[in-house]
């Protein structure tokens, strides 16, 4: 199956640690919405997003590019890291993928260190994170699906 993962990771890289595991043991295309804001994803079966969460949801870049790129009726999946222990963090990238029919195969989380805002003063959230064991979920994630 042709899979592409389209992903933003830029504070820490905690999403992208994940992402290079997935890559170095996988097929799979790498898509920087930073690197590359365009891209045309039709030639893909599966489409995976990846983000570190930002306010309670995906990297705004990410969901912009979603709206505009991700075809119709393609299988989706979901990978992010997170600061904050809970949360519905998937709400704005699942309404993209459910208003253009898409099927969700599954998500993997874990907790990734995040400085971001107010944390920063606090010396941050979810140090040391992701772990080589997240790392190692992420990778045993993308192979089940």
Not at 57 to 63: E, I, V, W
Not at 126 to 142: D, L, M, N, S
Request: glycine share 10%; charged share 25%; net charge neutral.
């Amino acid at each position: 199956m042709k899979t592409a993962i389209v992903y933003y990771s830029k504070h820490h890289g905690n999403t992208k640690k994940l992402l290079d595991a997935i890559a170095a043991n996988n097929e799979v295309t790498l898509i920087d919405v930073i690197a590359a804001p365009v891209a045309d994803l039709s030639g893909y079966d599966r489409i995976g997003f990846a983000s570190g969460v930002y306010y309670s949801n995906f990297a705004k870049q990410l969901l912009s590019f979603a709206t505009k790129y991700l075809p119709e009726d393609k299988e989706v999946f979901y990978i992010y890291t997170h600061g904050a222990p809970k949360g519905d963090f998937l709400k704005g990238i699942r309404a993209i993928a459910e208003e253009k029919r898409c099927r969700e195969i599954g998500e993997y989380r874990c907790q990734g260190f995040d400085t971001f805002g107010p944390f920063k003063w606090v010396g941050g959230l979810a140090k040391g994170h992701p772990t080589a064991e997240e790392i190692q979920g992420a990778v045993t994630f993308y192979q089940g699906l």
